[in-house]
T-cell receptor, first 112, second 114 residues
Framework: SQKIEQNSEALNIQEGKTATLTCNYTNYSPAYLQWYRQDPGRGPVFLLLIRENEKEKRKERLKVTFDTTLKQSLFHITASQPADSATYLCALVPDTGNQFYFGTGTSLTVIP | NAGVMQNPRHLVRRRGQEARLRCSPMKGHSHVYWYRQLPEEGLKFMVYLQKENIIDESGMPKERFSAEFPKEGPSILRIQQVVRGDSAAYFC????????????FGSGTRLTVV
């Protein structure tokens, strides 16, 4: 069956360090993959999109990699700040169909 | 640009009542999606609509749930005869024409069935 797994444990890191979050998937053929941020009581906010033929994408302090051989995406936040504390969701978009498939998210806390 | 507007933010219904959740997409967005989020679970797709058309309702429960996106007005997710298991956060998202874009989500409606 199809499965998307994100870091099962909450991630705590020191301010200024790089946070790395993982998204592993099985039995999908994603056309592209997206990362979202979700704060408590709010809807997810779109951050980055990476296509299957792209290895890496950057946006300010954010970097996403996509390895279709390993079936994995890594999401990095460099020079992390307490304001980066949130839950981060990955979403796969298959090459057919209309829906996005979301992981359960990883809770990140950046400690001042 | 007000973004995706959902109302109400919180909705409490007794078992057996009807729940109506509304969603106004971002200006210029013609695609609307509804997702449900249960505690400790990921967002689960329910339905994808364009104006006056249901494009994909493969995630909708077979009974009691319906959705529409009329020519005028917001998209409506309707749950009839609610049960406790319907308690969840319901998110609406919109996107512009075509694939390759991220969704813009609303802040959600938190439905509690008592």
């Amino acid at each position: 069956s199809q499965k998307i797994e994100q870091n099962s444990e909450a991630l705590n890191i020191q301010e200024g360090k790089t946070a790395t979050l993982t998204c592993n998937y099985t039995n999908y053929s994603p056309a592209y993959l997206q990362w979202y941020r979700q704060d408590p009581g709010r809807g997810p906010v779109f951050l980055l999109l990476i296509r299957e033929n792209e290895k890496e994408k950057r946006k300010e302090r954010l970097k996403v990699t996509f390895d279709t051989t390993l079936k994995q995406s890594l999401f990095h936040i460099t020079a992390s700040q307490p304001a980066d504390s949130a839950t981060y969701l990955c979403a796969l978009v298959p090459d057919t169909g209309n829906q996005f498939y979301f992981g359960t998210g990883t809770s990140l806390t950046v400690i001042p | 640009n007000a973004g995706v507007m959902q109302n109400p933010r919180h909705l409490v219904r007794r078992r057996g009542q009807e729940a109506r959740l509304r969603c106004s997409p971002m200006k210029g967005h013609s695609h609307v999606y509804w997702y449900r989020q249960l505690p400790e679970e990921g967002l689960k797709f329910m339905v994808y609509l364009q104006k006056e058309n249901i494009i994909d309702e493969s995630g909708m429960p077979k009974e009691r749930f319906s959705a529409e996106f009329p020519k005028e007005g917001p998209s409506i997710l309707r749950i009839q005869q609610v049960v406790r298991g319907d308690s969840a956060a319901y998110f609406c998202a919109s996107s512009p024409e075509g694939q390759g874009a991220g969704y813009t989500f609303g802040s959600g409606t938190r439905l509690t069935v008592v």
